[in-house]
């Protein structure tokens, strides 16, 4: 009869468990969220269990704390990155000065993941505790930096992790010497509510005694109430979009975590029952960075003036950034400010001029031609000469392009019969390419034509040659030759709207209107600068000028009939 009872009790426990385990089913999309949401539920869990454990050493805590680290940071691929080694320097300078008021006096070290989709911070026993890049990227001020560093401090310092360790052990039966194998998500899930509340206390307790203002808690909780709201939406944020990653990692932080609301009213209840003093928060002296890699986004996306105001901001934080100039300089390019695109690009020139001149001085070069074809040769040279040392043989074909468009041929023409003279050089079918077009701006599309035929008869692989080669062919009316030029490269990738234009270009001439307008359609959806007759203006022929004017009016003219007929 007991056998039988007891076969009655398991099998009601197991329905019992099957109600339970459908009545907290979560849909979870596949990717890095769903780890983290299964560790966040076990966790939650686990943390109610009544179970007492002997604390262990901070001797021992802190060797499991390392031995976890070790294994963690050789399962992640590094790579030299000077600036995110910048960055891990000021993190960990913020958290030491924190780590200073901490209860428990361990070896605290701070850590930077440099992921942008890594939306969050966590903490190893033994005083080890890591920052996601995307998380700073959210912040303003180093006090909201410190407010999320001092939460993570406090998961060490009140033991919460150590007693994750035992839990864990307990639970999956690991020897103390096998913990290094534990997941990593088990430590980024969220503990139980009143841990988390009470990192947040003590966090926030820790951060205004290392002289920090307690708003940087209340601002970053204000920012994850932000995300919560959009995440719930699956909204996009106003300067970029999540990405889908980000979104997941934002899932599993916001299933793990007390709703932001709860956090701000707890914050805001102990600034005034301690009457903490008001403090201005300081600036976050990496902020520079993140506005950069958002400004490069915003670059991508054809949101040039966006572009532009974030590279603006992030340059008044640090100067001198060429990463920062570089984005700049092609927003103002792509809005056919040519004459700032031009400063911009003689800033980074002026950070190394040497080392430098062969990526940017044909941008330079470039810009400085848009922006005034007469005066362009003469501030080139200027700054030739501002440069130290021997000048660098790449610039001789700027220089002469620039006083081809000024009038004066002699330093082309030499140029061309240099290039002749070491035909069997490596870089002579980038002289004639590059002279091409030069000579193409200035009108004279039959030498450009023939420059052009030798660089695609040495590189026949080229796109950039061959496309170049169709533009002057348009010029010339070899229309199919143009068009084949074209198909021999068409749908490789690499500044496909170009290719798609001289196309559109192509058949307008030829009156193939339907395939042109198709084409230009597509043109300007890639590259939006094509409607920006300025910018077409100070690249490409008086032509293409006209023939992308009319097919803007041919398609404005056959959008309105489409409309009157549908009405």
Not at 19 to 28: C, G, T, Y
Not at 220 to 226: I, K, L, V, W
Not at 423 to 448: H, I, K, Q, R, S
Request: proline content about 5%; overall charge negative; hydrophobic content about 40%.
């Amino acid at each position: 009869m007991m056998r039988w009872i007891a076969l009655a009790g398991i099998v009601l426990l197991g329905v019992a468990a099957v109600v339970l385990s459908e009545r907290r089913k979560v849909d979870v999309l596949p990717g890095p969220a769903a780890l983290l949401y299964l560790v966040a539920d076990t966790e939650q869990e686990l943390t109610r269990m009544p179970a007492k454990f002997t604390r262990m050493s901070d001797e021992e805590e802190i060797r499991i704390g390392n031995d976890i680290a070790r294994s963690y940071r050789s399962r992640r691929e590094t790579r030299e990155d000077p600036e995110a080694s910048a960055i891990e320097n000021y993190v960990s300078q913020v958290g030491l000065r924190l780590a200073s008021h901490a209860h428990r006096k361990l070896p605290y070290r701070f850590h930077y993941i440099p992921e942008r989709y890594f939306i969050n911070a966590f903490a190893l026993p033994g005083g080890q505790v890591y920052v996601g890049a995307g998380l700073i990227e959210l912040m303003d001020s180093e006090d909201e930096l410190a407010a999320v560093i001092g939460h993570e401090i406090e998961h060490i310092d009140h033991y919460h992790c150590a007693e994750r360790v035992q839990r864990e052990q307990a639970m999956r039966k690991i020897p103390l010497g096998e913990l290094i194998a534990l997941p990593i998500e088990v430590f980024e899930a969220g503990y139980s509510k009143d841990q988390e509340l009470e990192a947040d206390r003590e966090g926030t307790r820790l951060a205004v005694e290392a002289g920090y203002s307690p708003n940087g808690a209340i601002r970053m909780f204000e920012t994850f109430q932000r995300l919560y709201q959009e995440y719930q939406t699956r909204a996009k944020t106003p300067q970029k979009e999540l990405s889908r990653v980000a979104i997941e990692t934002l899932g599993g932080y916001f299933r793990s975590h007390p709703l932001p609301s709860e956090r701000i009213a707890q914050v805001r209840q102990m600034i005034a029952s301690e009457h903490w003093p008001t403090r201005p928060e300081r600036d976050l002296p990496v902020a520079f960075v993140f506005w950069t890699d958002k400004a490069k986004d915003a670059l991508d996306a054809h949101k040039f003036a966006l572009a532009q105001q974030l590279t603006t901001r992030s340059l008044q934080l640090r100067p001198g950034q060429q990463k920062a100039l570089e984005v700049l300089a092609r927003a103002q390019f792509a809005q056919a400010d040519f004459s700032g695109a031009a400063g911009s690009y003689r800033k980074i020139l002026d950070l190394d001029a040497s080392r430098l001149a062969a990526g940017y001085s044909p941008l330079y070069a470039q810009a400085l031609a848009a922006a005034d074809r007469q005066r362009a040769a003469a501030e080139f040279r200027q700054w030739m000469e501002s440069i130290k040392g021997g000048k660098p043989q790449e610039l001789q074909v700027p220089m002469a392009g620039l006083s081809l468009l000024a009038g004066d041929a002699t330093p082309a023409q030499n140029a061309v019969a240099y290039a002749n003279a070491n035909a069997v050089e490596d870089w002579a079918p980038d002289w004639f390419g590059n002279l091409a077009w030069w000579y193409y701006l200035a009108g004279d599309y039959p030498t450009a034509l023939d420059l052009l035929s030798n660089a695609v008869q040495q590189r026949p692989g080229e796109v950039r040659f061959t496309t170049d080669r169709a533009w002057v062919q348009i010029e010339s009316r070899k229309l199919a030759d143009a068009l084949q030029s074209l198909n021999a490269v068409y749908g490789i990738t690499d500044n496909q709207s170009d290719r798609t234009m001289a196309r559109a270009v192509a058949f307008w001439q030829a009156r193939r209107l339907d395939e042109s307008l198709r084409d230009f359609e597509a043109a300007t959806a890639g590259q939006p600068e094509w409607d920006n007759p300025l910018w077409v203006k100070a690249l490409y022929s008086p032509l293409v000028v006209q023939s992308i004017e009319q097919m803007r009016s041919e398609r404005e003219r056959r959008r309105k009939v489409h409309t009157a007929g549908s009405r």
